[in-house]
Protein backbone atom coordinates (compact mmCIF):
# COMPACT_ATOMS: atom_id res chain seq x y z
CA UNK A 1 0.00 0.00 0.00
CA UNK A 2 1.02 3.34 -0.40
CA UNK A 3 2.27 5.05 2.51
CA UNK A 4 1.11 8.61 3.55
CA UNK A 5 -0.22 10.07 6.49
CA UNK A 6 -2.01 13.13 5.92
CA UNK A 7 -2.25 15.82 8.17
CA UNK A 8 -5.69 16.92 9.40
CA UNK A 9 -6.15 19.91 7.32
CA UNK A 10 -4.55 19.02 3.92
CA UNK A 11 -7.29 20.17 1.97
CA UNK A 12 -8.70 23.35 3.74
CA UNK A 13 -9.97 25.88 1.52
CA UNK A 14 -9.23 23.25 -1.43
CA UNK A 15 -12.13 23.03 -4.37
CA UNK A 16 -11.72 19.28 -5.91
CA UNK A 17 -14.26 17.61 -9.06
CA UNK A 18 -14.52 13.94 -8.56
CA UNK A 19 -15.94 12.41 -11.46
CA UNK A 20 -17.50 9.48 -10.60
CA UNK A 21 -18.09 10.51 -7.14
CA UNK A 22 -21.76 8.39 -6.85
CA UNK A 23 -20.34 5.26 -6.05
CA UNK A 24 -17.31 2.87 -5.93
CA UNK A 25 -13.78 4.56 -5.24
CA UNK A 26 -15.12 8.27 -6.43
CA UNK A 27 -17.55 8.02 -4.01
CA UNK A 28 -14.88 6.97 -0.67
CA UNK A 29 -12.59 9.32 -2.48
CA UNK A 30 -15.01 12.51 -2.81
CA UNK A 31 -16.02 12.07 1.28
CA UNK A 32 -12.38 11.16 2.34
CA UNK A 33 -11.49 15.08 0.80
CA UNK A 34 -14.26 16.02 2.21
CA UNK A 35 -13.14 14.65 5.80
CA UNK A 36 -9.83 16.40 5.04
CA UNK A 37 -11.57 19.69 4.85
CA UNK A 38 -12.18 20.07 0.50
CA UNK A 39 -14.98 21.37 -1.04
CA UNK A 40 -16.13 18.75 -2.96
CA UNK A 41 -17.90 18.89 -6.63
CA UNK A 42 -20.15 15.24 -7.15
CA UNK A 43 -20.30 14.95 -10.50
CA UNK A 44 -21.77 11.60 -11.97
CA UNK A 45 -24.52 9.80 -14.06
CA UNK A 46 -27.10 9.03 -11.32
CA UNK A 47 -28.59 12.15 -8.82
CA UNK A 48 -29.69 9.39 -6.40
CA UNK A 49 -26.32 8.41 -5.92
CA UNK A 50 -24.79 11.74 -5.83
CA UNK A 51 -27.13 13.04 -3.13
CA UNK A 52 -26.44 10.33 -0.78
CA UNK A 53 -22.80 11.04 -1.37
CA UNK A 54 -23.46 14.83 -0.35
CA UNK A 55 -25.75 13.86 2.57
CA UNK A 56 -23.23 12.25 4.59
CA UNK A 57 -20.46 14.71 2.96
CA UNK A 58 -23.13 17.60 4.91
CA UNK A 59 -24.27 15.17 7.79
CA UNK A 60 -20.60 14.87 8.89
CA UNK A 61 -20.14 18.01 9.18
CA UNK A 62 -17.67 19.02 6.46
CA UNK A 63 -17.41 21.96 3.50
CA UNK A 64 -21.09 21.86 2.08
CA UNK A 65 -20.52 19.98 -1.48
CA UNK A 66 -21.65 20.59 -5.07
CA UNK A 67 -23.67 18.82 -7.21
CA UNK A 68 -23.38 18.11 -10.75
CA UNK A 69 -25.54 15.37 -12.39
CA UNK A 70 -23.62 14.69 -15.66
CA UNK A 71 -23.69 11.88 -18.19
CA UNK A 72 -19.44 12.05 -19.48
CA UNK A 73 -20.98 9.76 -22.63
CA UNK A 74 -23.43 12.35 -23.84
CA UNK A 75 -21.80 15.82 -22.78
CA UNK A 76 -20.97 17.70 -25.13
CA UNK A 77 -18.60 20.75 -24.97
CA UNK A 78 -21.65 23.29 -23.82
CA UNK A 79 -21.87 20.91 -21.13
CA UNK A 80 -18.46 21.62 -19.99
CA UNK A 81 -18.38 25.44 -20.31
CA UNK A 82 -21.63 25.86 -18.67
CA UNK A 83 -20.17 23.72 -15.98
CA UNK A 84 -16.74 25.88 -15.51
CA UNK A 85 -19.44 29.25 -15.88
CA UNK A 86 -20.70 27.83 -13.12
CA UNK A 87 -17.90 26.60 -11.13
CA UNK A 88 -16.06 30.21 -12.14
CA UNK A 89 -18.87 32.20 -10.53
CA UNK A 90 -19.14 30.09 -7.10
CA UNK A 91 -15.80 30.08 -6.51
CA UNK A 92 -13.29 31.62 -8.92
CA UNK A 93 -10.86 28.62 -9.58
CA UNK A 94 -10.59 25.12 -8.64
CA UNK A 95 -8.15 23.09 -7.24
CA UNK A 96 -7.76 19.39 -8.61
CA UNK A 97 -9.72 17.25 -10.45
CA UNK A 98 -10.07 13.59 -9.89
CA UNK A 99 -10.93 11.57 -13.41
CA UNK A 100 -12.31 8.50 -12.13
CA UNK A 101 -15.60 7.70 -13.71
CA UNK A 102 -14.83 5.02 -16.37
CA UNK A 103 -16.60 2.35 -18.14
CA UNK A 104 -15.60 -1.59 -18.23
CA UNK A 105 -16.84 -2.16 -21.30
CA UNK A 106 -16.69 -5.65 -22.27
CA UNK A 107 -14.40 -8.40 -21.98
CA UNK A 108 -13.68 -10.06 -25.11
CA UNK A 109 -11.35 -10.40 -28.53
CA UNK A 110 -10.41 -7.66 -30.50
CA UNK A 111 -12.00 -9.53 -32.98
CA UNK A 112 -15.50 -9.63 -31.98
CA UNK A 113 -15.49 -5.93 -30.05
CA UNK A 114 -18.38 -3.98 -30.75
CA UNK A 115 -17.53 -1.00 -32.28
CA UNK A 116 -20.58 0.82 -30.32
CA UNK A 117 -19.17 -0.67 -27.27
CA UNK A 118 -15.72 0.55 -28.22
CA UNK A 119 -16.83 4.06 -28.13
CA UNK A 120 -18.87 4.31 -25.11
CA UNK A 121 -15.91 3.36 -23.42
CA UNK A 122 -13.75 5.79 -25.41
CA UNK A 123 -15.77 8.10 -24.58
CA UNK A 124 -16.20 8.15 -21.15
CA UNK A 125 -12.77 7.08 -19.83
CA UNK A 126 -11.27 9.07 -22.23
CA UNK A 127 -12.75 11.84 -24.27
CA UNK A 128 -14.48 13.75 -21.84
CA UNK A 129 -11.59 13.74 -19.80
CA UNK A 130 -9.90 15.57 -22.44
CA UNK A 131 -12.24 17.83 -22.81
CA UNK A 132 -13.11 18.45 -18.82
CA UNK A 133 -9.55 19.39 -18.70
CA UNK A 134 -9.18 21.31 -21.53
CA UNK A 135 -12.46 23.32 -20.74
CA UNK A 136 -11.52 23.49 -17.33
CA UNK A 137 -7.83 25.16 -17.64
CA UNK A 138 -8.52 28.50 -17.25
CA UNK A 139 -10.13 27.51 -13.82
CA UNK A 140 -7.28 25.68 -13.07
CA UNK A 141 -4.91 28.03 -13.93
CA UNK A 142 -6.28 30.55 -11.17
CA UNK A 143 -5.42 28.07 -8.67
CA UNK A 144 -1.89 28.81 -6.31
CA UNK A 145 -1.29 25.21 -7.31
CA UNK A 146 -3.52 22.62 -9.00
CA UNK A 147 -3.12 18.97 -9.52
CA UNK A 148 -5.28 16.87 -12.15
CA UNK A 149 -5.15 12.91 -11.37
CA UNK A 150 -6.20 10.57 -13.78
CA UNK A 151 -6.96 6.95 -13.23
CA UNK A 152 -5.05 3.85 -14.93
CA UNK A 153 -5.03 0.52 -14.44
CA UNK A 154 -2.50 -2.02 -14.68
CA UNK A 155 -4.18 -3.24 -17.81
CA UNK A 156 -3.47 0.54 -19.11
CA UNK A 157 0.68 -0.44 -19.32
CA UNK A 158 0.67 -4.07 -20.42
CA UNK A 159 -1.94 -4.70 -23.37
CA UNK A 160 -3.93 -8.01 -21.93
CA UNK A 161 -6.15 -9.77 -23.66
CA UNK A 162 -9.53 -9.30 -23.72
CA UNK A 163 -9.53 -5.78 -22.20
CA UNK A 164 -10.17 -4.30 -24.89
CA UNK A 165 -11.69 -0.53 -25.48
CA UNK A 166 -11.00 -0.45 -21.04
CA UNK A 167 -7.40 -1.39 -21.51
CA UNK A 168 -6.75 0.87 -24.42
CA UNK A 169 -8.34 3.81 -23.15
CA UNK A 170 -6.23 3.88 -20.07
CA UNK A 171 -3.18 3.68 -22.17
CA UNK A 172 -4.60 6.67 -23.91
CA UNK A 173 -5.09 8.27 -20.48
CA UNK A 174 -1.65 7.59 -19.37
CA UNK A 175 -0.40 9.17 -22.84
CA UNK A 176 -2.65 12.49 -21.74
CA UNK A 177 -1.39 13.05 -18.60
CA UNK A 178 2.06 12.54 -19.93
CA UNK A 179 1.58 15.04 -22.70
CA UNK A 180 -0.15 17.67 -20.59
CA UNK A 181 2.10 16.95 -17.60
CA UNK A 182 5.29 18.03 -20.02
CA UNK A 183 3.55 20.64 -21.16
CA UNK A 184 2.73 22.50 -18.66
CA UNK A 185 5.40 21.87 -16.35
CA UNK A 186 7.40 24.92 -16.93
CA UNK A 187 4.32 26.83 -17.65
CA UNK A 188 1.79 26.67 -14.89
CA UNK A 189 1.24 25.49 -11.40
CA UNK A 190 -0.84 22.81 -12.57
CA UNK A 191 0.53 18.89 -12.20
CA UNK A 192 -1.20 16.14 -13.76
CA UNK A 193 -0.49 12.29 -12.85
CA UNK A 194 -2.13 9.17 -13.12
CA UNK A 195 -2.87 6.84 -9.74
CA UNK A 196 -3.30 2.71 -10.93
CA UNK A 197 -6.04 2.15 -7.91
CA UNK A 198 -5.09 -1.88 -8.11
CA UNK A 199 -7.65 -4.59 -7.08
CA UNK A 200 -10.34 -2.39 -5.39
CA UNK A 201 -13.49 -3.80 -4.09
CA UNK A 202 -16.27 -2.26 -6.26
CA UNK A 203 -18.81 -3.16 -8.46
CA UNK A 204 -16.51 -2.93 -11.77
CA UNK A 205 -13.81 -4.88 -9.80
CA UNK A 206 -17.14 -7.23 -9.25
CA UNK A 207 -18.02 -7.45 -13.05
CA UNK A 208 -14.43 -7.98 -14.21
CA UNK A 209 -14.11 -10.83 -11.62
CA UNK A 210 -17.29 -12.46 -10.59
CA UNK A 211 -15.38 -15.51 -9.11
CA UNK A 212 -13.48 -13.35 -6.87
CA UNK A 213 -14.42 -13.32 -2.74
CA UNK A 214 -14.60 -9.65 -2.71
CA UNK A 215 -13.24 -9.74 0.98
CA UNK A 216 -9.68 -10.43 -0.48
CA UNK A 217 -9.16 -7.19 -2.27
CA UNK A 218 -8.49 -3.60 -0.87
CA UNK A 219 -11.58 -1.67 0.01
CA UNK A 220 -11.70 1.73 -1.75
CA UNK A 221 -10.61 3.34 2.18
CA UNK A 222 -7.43 1.12 2.09
CA UNK A 223 -6.39 2.92 -1.31
CA UNK A 224 -6.86 6.97 -0.05
CA UNK A 225 -3.57 7.52 1.27
CA UNK A 226 -2.03 8.08 -2.60
CA UNK A 227 -5.00 10.28 -3.38
CA UNK A 228 -5.10 12.26 -0.60
CA UNK A 229 -0.84 12.52 -1.17
CA UNK A 230 -1.56 13.89 -4.79
CA UNK A 231 -4.20 16.42 -4.17
CA UNK A 232 -2.28 17.77 -1.07
CA UNK A 233 0.79 20.05 -1.37
CA UNK A 234 3.00 17.68 -0.31
CA UNK A 235 3.00 16.53 -3.63
CA UNK A 236 3.70 20.14 -5.52
CA UNK A 237 7.05 18.50 -7.16
CA UNK A 238 5.47 15.50 -8.31
CA UNK A 239 4.21 15.87 -11.91
CA UNK A 240 4.13 13.44 -14.97
CA UNK A 241 3.61 10.12 -12.65
CA UNK A 242 1.85 7.15 -12.88
CA UNK A 243 1.90 5.58 -9.23
CA UNK A 244 -0.02 2.82 -7.06
CA UNK A 245 -2.07 3.25 -4.57
CA UNK A 246 -1.54 -0.33 -3.52
P1 LIG B 1 -17.32 1.70 -10.38
O1 LIG B 1 -17.63 1.16 -9.05
O2 LIG B 1 -17.91 1.08 -11.59
O3 LIG B 1 -17.60 3.26 -10.39
C1 LIG B 1 -17.46 3.98 -11.58
C2 LIG B 1 -18.05 5.34 -11.41
O4 LIG B 1 -18.05 5.99 -12.69
C3 LIG B 1 -19.50 5.29 -10.93
O5 LIG B 1 -19.71 6.34 -10.02
C4 LIG B 1 -20.28 5.53 -12.21
O6 LIG B 1 -21.53 6.12 -12.00
C5 LIG B 1 -19.34 6.49 -12.93
N1 LIG B 1 -19.65 6.54 -14.35
C6 LIG B 1 -19.67 5.52 -15.22
N2 LIG B 1 -20.08 5.94 -16.42
C7 LIG B 1 -20.33 7.26 -16.31
C8 LIG B 1 -20.83 8.25 -17.18
N3 LIG B 1 -21.18 7.96 -18.44
N4 LIG B 1 -20.97 9.52 -16.73
C9 LIG B 1 -20.66 9.82 -15.45
N5 LIG B 1 -20.22 8.93 -14.56
C10 LIG B 1 -20.05 7.65 -14.98
O7 LIG B 1 -15.74 1.65 -10.63
P2 LIG B 1 -14.50 1.78 -9.62
O8 LIG B 1 -13.96 0.43 -9.43
O9 LIG B 1 -14.85 2.64 -8.48
O10 LIG B 1 -13.47 2.54 -10.59
C11 LIG B 1 -13.05 3.87 -10.39
C12 LIG B 1 -11.85 4.09 -11.28
O11 LIG B 1 -10.78 3.20 -10.89
C13 LIG B 1 -12.10 3.81 -12.75
O12 LIG B 1 -11.39 4.75 -13.53
C14 LIG B 1 -11.52 2.42 -12.96
O13 LIG B 1 -11.13 2.22 -14.28
C15 LIG B 1 -10.34 2.48 -12.01
N6 LIG B 1 -9.83 1.18 -11.57
C16 LIG B 1 -10.55 0.41 -10.71
C17 LIG B 1 -10.03 -0.80 -10.28
C18 LIG B 1 -10.78 -1.68 -9.31
O14 LIG B 1 -10.29 -2.77 -8.98
N7 LIG B 1 -11.94 -1.29 -8.82
C19 LIG B 1 -8.77 -1.24 -10.73
C20 LIG B 1 -8.07 -0.42 -11.62
C21 LIG B 1 -8.61 0.78 -12.02
P3 LIG B 1 -22.83 5.22 -11.58
O15 LIG B 1 -22.59 4.87 -10.14
O16 LIG B 1 -23.95 6.14 -11.78
O17 LIG B 1 -22.82 4.04 -12.47
Same mark, same amino acid.
Given at each position: ?????????????????????????????????????????????????????????????????????????????????? +??? $? =??? /??????? @??? !????? %??????????????????????????????????????????????????????????????????????? +??? $? =??? /??????? @??? !????? %?????????????????????????????????????????????????
Amino acid at each position: MFEYQAPENLLRDRIILVTGAGSGIGRTAAKTFAAYGATVILLGRTLEKLEQVYDEIEAAGHPQPALVPLNLESAQEHDFVE +LTN $T =LEQ /EFGHIDG @ILH !NASLL %GVRTPIESYDPVIWQQVMQVNLNAPFLLTQILMPLLDKAENASIVFTSSTVGRKGRAYWGAYGISKFATEG +LMQ $T =LAD /ELETTSN @IRT !NCINP %GATRTQMRANAYPAENPASVASPEDIMPLYLYLMGSDSLEVNGQSLDAQ
